[in-house]
């Protein structure tokens, strides 16, 4: 059984940073894939970014250049770090583990989900 919790969320002012964590624990030598996902009050969840077990990376297009994530294998944590926070950004953040392929917003492939962690960002 996998664990994931969330943390580092919080309310910072337009333009700020924050840097999400998100634990992990239990049987966790084959997660393939991870991701960030979010879902802000009314809208429909999505993803923000995605970390695969060849290395490689992909960002929603609201936040490439501004969010940059990357997964410590030796602390078993998955971090998200965010730039130039917008308004927009204000959403309740979750990480997500998979194994199967797919394309990497499609929700159904995660199997496991973290509580989430709120972000929100004041003009």
């Known amino acids: 059984q996998v664990h994931l919790q969330e943390s580092g969320g919080g309310s910072v002012q337009a333009g700020g940073s924050l840097r999400l964590s998100c634990g992990i624990s239990g049987y966790i030598v084959s997660i393939n894939y991870m991701a960030w996902f979010r879902q802000a009050p009314g809208k429909e969840r999505e993803g923000v970014a995605t970390f695969r077990h060849d290395g490689s990376t992909s960002y929603g297009d609201s936040v490439k250049d501004r969010f940059t994530g990357s997964r410590d294998y030796g602390k078993n944590t998955l971090y998200l770090q965010m730039s130039n926070l917008r308004p927009e950004d204000t959403a309740m953040y979750y990480c997500?583990?998979?194994?199967?392929?797919?394309?990497?917003?499609?929700?159904?492939?995660?199997?496991?989900w973290g509580q989430g962690t709120q972000v929100t960002v004041s003009s």
């Open positions: 997500a583990a998979a194994w199967r392929a797919g394309p990497w917003t499609t929700e159904g492939r995660y199997a496991i």
